[in-house]
């Protein structure tokens, strides 16, 4: 499984010792083992995660999505939340770059050359 989903084995005892993830048995040797559907769980782990999304709240939308039940709403109030904090880092990056290309000015505009 951590070959196919390009996730380290530890990562994945992480994901199963924190619950977000079971083996549907183990091996004689003791290996987990993983039906398929593991294998887009991870996937969408991955995704979640990269939206930096916490583990409490991947777990809580795993087992929305596990049950069939519907709870939009929270998932809808996670991701406005992140949206939002996206945004926030956006803004601040663009501020960040006018600052840095004032700086930038105000250098060549003291002897500076311009490449």
């Not at 196919?4 to 199963?16: A, M």
């Not at 549907?24 to 939206?51: K, N, Q, Y």
């Not at 049950?67 to 601040?92: N, Y």
């Not at 006018?98 to 930038?104: A, N, T, V």
Request: proline share 4%.
């Amino acid at each position: 499984m951590a070959a196919r989903s390009g996730l380290t084995v530890k990562t994945i005892r992480f994901y199963c010792d924190e619950g977000l993830i079971h083996p549907a048995s183990r091996s004689d040797g003791g290996f987990r083992l993983f039906s398929p559907d593991v294998f887009d769980e991870l996937t969408f782990i991955r995704t979640l995660r990269a939206l930096e999304i916490p583990l409490p709240d991947v777990l809580k939308i795993l087992e929305s999505r596990r049950s069939g039940i519907c709870t939009c709403t929270s998932l809808q109030s996670t991701i406005r939340s992140k949206a939002g904090e996206i945004e926030q880092k956006i803004s601040a990056l663009r501020a960040m770059h006018i600052e840095l290309m004032d700086l930038l000015n105000d250098w060549q505009d003291c002897g500076g050359r311009k490449p």
